[in-house]
């Protein structure tokens, strides 16, 4: 796969998540931004030992409760 379409597909999963109205939606959401946080960790653990290492990509929101809606 893409690195590019993994990342974006992981960017879209934590917003998803923040935006999520459920516990259990923002639950999955951030179990798939997990999933594609380490298909995207297995493509860089085959890049050169020379390239550059990004950070690590998060897989929760920082602060769900603000995302919340009664």
């Not at 594609?36 to 769900?64: D, F, G, M």
Request: no cysteine; aromatic share 8%.
């Amino acid at each position: 796969m893409d690195y590019n379409y993994l990342y974006h597909r992981h960017q879209i999963s934590l917003i998803r998540a923040g935006a999520a109205k459920s516990v259990e939606a923002r639950f999955v959401h951030e179990q798939l931004a997990g999933l594609y946080a380490r298909a995207v960790e297995l493509i860089q653990s085959e890049r050169p030992p020379e390239s550059p290492r990004p950070a690590k990509l998060i897989t929760r929101v920082s602060n769900p409760t603000l995302f919340l809606r009664p």
